[in-house]
């Protein structure tokens, strides 16, 4: 079974500054993936960015990059620059083989201008 | 790009209705999913489907089936609508590969209100 864990229910940060969202997680598999998501307040679900579980780089998207610590079973994002769209809530998610996806309970992001 | 397409952005439904969500995906995704989502629950699993005719229970499945007969199609069936139903439900479709299942893909919603 797999469980994913946001502990931090809301966050805001300054326009153009860096604000880093926790997540952890819990599997028995050797294989899998991890995701964050964004959905906006038009509810739209969309990827923000994905990573493998057997890759050791950190993955990078623009101005959102992991801190993946796979020992730790840690995996955070980080947003760098923060523009006002990206206030959203955050959600971190994970599958495995079973291509189950389990989500976080999530976090709100608001971006001051 | 993908587009997963649910059939109702608002529904309001009476106490004790059978309720029909439906969901189509256009990218031959073997994956699909339906979840509720609940203000500070997060998103919780209530069915997904492998393959057609494929289905497993998640999280919560209790008050709900799901029907699964073509590839593309997956629908949510509240069999008797209760008031503790009513949520957000989002539906969600995935490609499956060799090492697991990738990314999700999600419809837009359905706000159902169960009165």
């Known amino acids: 079974a797999q469980t994913v864990t946001q502990s931090q229910p809301e966050m805001s940060v300054q326009e153009a500054e860096t604000v880093t969202l926790s997540c952890t997680y819990d599997t028995s598999e050797n294989n899998y993936y991890l995701f964050w998501y964004k959905q906006p307040p038009s509810r739209q679900m969309i990827l923000v960015i994905r990573?493998?579980?057997?890759?050791?780089q950190n993955a990078t998207e623009n101005r959102f990059s992991v801190n993946f610590q796979k020992a730790a079973k840690s995996f955070s994002l980080k947003i760098s620059d923060s523009q006002l769209g990206d206030t959203a809530m955050y959600f971190c998610?994970?599958?495995?083989?079973?291509?189950?996806?389990?989500f976080g309970k999530g976090i709100t992001l608001s971006v001051r201008p | 790009d993908v587009k997963v397409t649910q059939s109702s952005r608002y529904l309001v439904k009476r106490t004790g209705e059978k309720v029909f969500l439906e969901c189509v995906q256009d990218?031959?995704?073997?994956?699909m999913f339906w979840y509720r989502q609940d203000p500070g629950l997060g998103l919780r699993l209530i069915y997904f489907s492998y393959d057609v005719k494929m289905k497993e229970k998640g999280d919560i499945p209790e008050g709900y089936s799901v029907s699964r007969e073509k590839k593309e199609r997956f629908s949510l069936i509240l069999e008797s609508a209760s008031t503790n139903q009513t949520s957000m439900y989002l539906c969600a479709s995935s490609l499956m590969r060799r090492m697991g299942a990738t990314e999700a893909f999600f419809g837009q919603g359905t706000r159902l209100t169960v009165v």
């Open positions: 990573q493998e579980a057997y890759k050791q």
């Open positions: 998610a994970s599958t495995g083989a079973n291509s189950k996806l389990t």
């Open positions: 990218m031959d995704h073997e994956n």
